[in-house]
């Protein structure tokens, strides 16, 4: 079992920043994907960005074409936990942001974390 514990999530005005947190525990193995997704009402769940963890590394980086050059995902390898970056921040980012954690058939998801950017 592995459990993902958002945070960072709030109000901002747009072209403001935020940083998310997803501290992950649990049976952690050290080879796997972590990552963020969106949905905001009305829609389906999208991905954002993820970050795949190869032995003591943080590997490579996809990103959705929308928040490419504005969001920036990471990780702290020792402390199992994954952060995104969210500059330049628009309306159309507002969404519930999920953490993600998959490695071959385990798909694990958060709790989510409310993003609002308005003025």
């Known amino acids: 079992q592995v459990q993902l514990v958002e945070s960072g999530g709030g109000l901002v005005q747009p072209g403001g920043s935020l940083r998310l947190s997803c501290a992950a525990s649990g049976t952690i193995f050290s080879i796997y994907v972590m990552g963020w997704y969106r949905q905001a009402p009305g829609k389906q769940r999208e991905l954002v960005a993820t970050?795949?963890?190869?032995?003591?590394?943080?590997?490579?980086?996809n990103y959705a074409d929308s928040v490419k050059g504005r969001f920036t995902i990471s990780g702290d390898v020792g402390k199992n936990t994954v952060y995104l970056q969210m500059n330049s921040l628009k309306p159309e980012d507002t969404a519930v942001y999920y953490c993600?954690?998959?490695?071959?058939?385990?798909?694990?998801w958060g709790q989510g974390t409310q993003v609002t950017v308005s003025s």
């Open positions: 970050i795949t963890r190869a032995g003591f590394a943080s590997g490579s980086t």
């Open positions: 993600n954690y998959k490695r071959g058939s385990l798909d694990y």
